[in-house]
């Protein structure tokens, strides 16, 4: 527990040298790597504090509130990046964190847990694998609809926000009766994995609500450097989004599923990650097409044909590897090859 708390200290630390540069006006450069480090940090200290409190709950409730307060950095950088106009690096950071935890940390997770495991093969509940296909292919029909009314140009193309925020609305209420049914269904959990708690339930509960307000904070200080910072560095916007806010605002489901595969703790690995996805697809984007409302610049479900196709494969791939409830080695790399692969085209965009 004394190890939690300096690794703690060290996070708050990191953010505070994240504000000192920015109101300082330092290096937009410097401010951007700061923050982005700070909110990597921070979505640790969430990570923690929630498998804290989780302990004292089954699997399915630990990872669905994993994967809630684990977005939150998320959920900052992309209302701060509407509120600033920039639509491009919101828009890139939703779809970025999509194709991060589906792909890059469910192939990593897959990757460890299969490799430490005696017979090479991780075994986790089919259940959820298979409702998150379901639910993210929800999500791909209507961002499907959308785009493909977009590139033909018809009458319904001149009211995409109207037909967005219907879609959200349908999301949110498909996602809440699954969410319903899937935290009746959780099985209780066991006192020794309540004893492996890494702190105890009130101070966890005060570092969740430490993180949550460095999350805002250290989330408005990254959006504010990502502008000058892209220009100086030479990368797209679209990029950012898509690689680096995605990697640094999932670093909760980046590390946490990966230490629980190793210790073969499969089910909870995947609910973390797979809560996480349908969370994105079905709770986060819809929530923040809504919240665009009360902005200049709206969010809708509109993207580009490249992204929406990798996002529909990225749903079959999903289903088809994980949705028989095992998995093994190469699966979860080829997972993680096909993420390296979008990085890679997006680098050139």
């Known amino acids: 527990m004394t190890r939690t708390w300096l690794t703690a200290t060290g996070v708050l630390a990191l953010a505070l040298v994240a504000g000192a540069l920015h109101y300082l006006e330092a290096e937009p450069v410097a401010v951007f790597v700061v923050s982005g480090a700070a909110l990597g940090g921070v979505a640790w200290a969430v990570g923690v504090g929630t498998e804290s409190v989780g302990a004292r709950f089954g699997p399915a409730v630990t990872g669905a509130l994993q994967s809630t307060l684990g977005n939150l950095p998320e959920l900052f950088v992309v209302v701060f ?4 106009g920039e639509t491009v690096v919101a828009q890139f950071s939703i779809l970025g964190s999509l194709f991060a935890n589906g792909l890059l940390v469910l192939g990593l997770a897959i990757a460890a847990g299969a490799a430490t495991a005696k017979d090479g093969r991780m075994r986790f509940s089919a259940r ?4 998150t296909a379901t639910l993210l292919l929800l999500a791909v029909f209507l961002i499907a609809v959308l785009g493909l009314s977009d590139q033909v140009g ?11 925020v219907a879609g959200a609305v349908c ?18 959990v066991r006192p020794s ?13 005060g570092l969740l ?4 307000v460095a999350a805002a904070l250290v989330s408005e200080w990254f959006v504010d450097a990502i502008d000058p910072a892209v220009r100086s560095i030479g990368i797209s916007k679209a990029f950012t989004g898509l690689v680096i806010v995605a990697i640094a605002g999932n670093a909760v489901e980046n590390v946490v599923a990966i230490q629980l595969a190793v210790k073969q703790r499969s089910d909870l690995a995947i609910s973390v990650v797979k809560n996480s996805v349908a969370q994105i697809a079905c709770l986060l984007f819809p929530v923040l097409v809504l919240v665009s409302l009360a902005f200049e610049h709206r969010l809708t479900f509109v993207i580009d044909p490249v992204f929406l196709g990798a996002l529909a ?7 088809q590897i994980s949705g028989d409830g095992e998995a093994v080695l190469f699966e979860g790399l080829a997972l993680v090859a ?12």
């Open 81 to 84: 990046a509407l509120s600033a």
């Open 128 to 131: 959820l694998p298979n409702d």
């Open 154 to 164: 018809d009458r319904a193309s001149r009211h995409q926000v109207e037909i967005s």
């Open 171 to 188: 999301l949110l209420l498909v996602y809440g009766a699954w969410l319903y049914g899937y935290l009746r269904s959780d099985e209780p």
């Open 193 to 205: 994995e309540q004893a492996h708690a890494a702190l105890p339930f009130l101070p966890a509960l």
């Open 209 to 212: 609500a430490g993180a949550g």
């Open 313 to 319: 494969l990225t749903a079959i791939a999903v289903w």
């Open 338 to 349: 096909l993420y390296v692969v979008l990085a890679t085209l997006v680098w050139f965009e």
